[in-house]
Every structure is written in structure tokens, then in C-alpha cells.
């Protein structure tokens, strides 16, 4: 399952996962799949939304909180403590940072673990920095789901 707000490339980083394939477009409702759930970031930034992220992470094997590195936006605090299973904080779009961008980097690690996230991943989803070692480790919390073939029945 992957969470955050609107804007910092949730569905980019599926996509170069290659858990998501397609044309990369805005998600307009929770799109679920057997190898992802994909939230609208409208359902992080508006409050009364928190419900339905929090009913549909038991279906989530592994949860990604994804935060933009040049433009960090706060989760709820200890969000990561009422969401039914491990959760990876994954900052991204980190080829946008530049030496103007000075604390940018630390706000979104700090920001992360004040949701309650203690591993984060630092990763480009566009430029693919990073996402070895985040691919890495969501195979060993899910298995080698990367080498599946679609469409065949598989759990979250």
C-alpha cells in the first residue's frame, strides 16, 4: 500500500517497482490490485478521509509513506502505529535537491518519524536513485513479488 499527499510520485515510484504498469496517471479513488494499493494523496490531506486508508491497510502486506523531498508536508503524528502492517517511509523526488534545498532532507526524515516511521528510503523514483536498496527490501518483507508474472493471484 502506498500513502501520501498529492503530488510526490506515488504512483511514479509503482511504476519503476514495476508493480504498476500503464500509463502513469492522477489516482482519483483507492486503486487496488493484487500487487498494490494505491492511495489518492486527497485521502492523506483531508482528515476525514484517514478512515478509509486506515480500513484498507489490512489488506496491505507492507505500507510506503512517501514524502516529497523539496516540498515535505507532515502526517498525522504516529500515524504508522494505527496501520495494520510494516511501514517504510520512502522520501522522494530527491534529484530535486539542490544546495538551496539546504534542510529540506532532514524536515522529511523528521517528519517521517514523527508518523511513527523507522526505516526510510532516500530514492528518485524518475531517476532510479535509490531504488535498488527500497526494492531490496520490500522483497525481503514480501518475497521476490518483482518476478511474478501479472495477473496471476497474488496477496498484497
Do not use: W
Not at 517521517?112 to 530514492?123: D, P, R, S
Amino acid at each position: 500500500m502506498i500513502i501520501g499527499s498529492t503530488g510526490v510520485g506515488k504512483t511514479t515510484l509503482l511504476d519503476k517497482l514495476g508493480l504498476k504498469r500503464g500509463k502513469v496517471r492522477k489516482t482519483e479513488s483507492i486503486d487496488v490490485d493484487a500487487f498494490y494499493i494505491d492511495t489518492p494523496g486527497e485521502f492523506l490531506d483531508i482528515p476525514r478521509f484517514y478512515n478509509a486508508l486506515i480500513v484498507f491497510s489490512p489488506k496491505a502486506r507492507v505500507i510506503l509513506l512517501v514524502i516529497d523531498a523539496l516540498n515535505p508536508k507532515p502526517f498525522p503524528s504516529n500515524l504508522s502505529k494505527v496501520l495494520r502492517a510494516p511501514v517504510l517511509g520512502v522520501i522522494n523526488k530527491i534529484d530535486l535537491l539542490d544546495r538551496r534545498s539546504d534542510g529540506k532532507l532532514d524536515l522529511a526524515r523528521r517528519l517521517l518519524k514523527n508518523a511513527g516511521v523507522k526505516e526510510v528510503y532516500e530514492v528518485s523514483a524518475v531517476e532510479g536513485t535509490g531504488m535498488d536498496k527500497l526494492k531490496k527490501r520490500l522483497e525481503e518483507l514480501l518475497g521476490n513479488v518483482f518476478d511474478l508474472e501479472r495477473g496471476k493471484d497474488y496477496e498484497c
